[in-house]
């Protein structure tokens, strides 16, 4: 019954925002390393952002640096991706999942060991 549900996708135009969630249900997300991952149609999956669990440090990806941002509400066991000024390219599926490490570069991070995934919710960002 641990599972992790994404929402807020959805479509934009560039330059506009939206703001992921990412629900945990049957775990705790407050000591966990959370990364968020995209997938776009014919491409690797790749690595966002992470939050580590006991420090809370946070890693991004160089191609979102600057324009996401990655947060934890213990409160409502859910971590969040803002992302800021959307590019066509950030056009995706993404993913949150639970793990143990960051890693590094983040771009690569799904190389590491993740446990548990959601379902995704898709991002388009369209004129």
């Known amino acids: 019954q641990q599972q992790l549900v994404e929402s807020g996708g959805g479509l934009v135009q560039p330059g506009e925002s939206l703001r992921l969630s990412c629900a945990a249900s049957?775990?705790?997300?407050?000591?966990?390393?959370v990364g968020w991952f995209r997938q776009a149609p014919g491409k690797e999956r790749e690595g966002v952002s992470c939050?580590?669990?006991?420090?809370?440090?946070?890693n991004y990806a160089d191609s979102v640096k600057g324009r996401f941002t990655i947060s934890r509400d213990n409160a409502k066991n859910a971590v969040y991706l803002q992302m800021n000024s959307l590019k066509p390219e950030d056009t995706a599926v993404y993913y949150c999942?639970?793990?143990?490490?960051?890693?590094?570069?983040?771009?690569?991070?799904?190389?590491?060991?993740?446990?548990?995934w959601g379902q995704g919710t898709q991002v388009t960002v369209s004129s």
């Open positions: 999942a639970v793990g143990y490490t960051c890693g590094v570069p983040v771009e690569a991070a799904i190389r590491g060991r993740w446990d548990y």
């Open positions: 939050i580590s669990g006991s420090r809370g440090s946070t």
């Open positions: 049957g775990l705790t997300l407050n000591y966990v390393t």
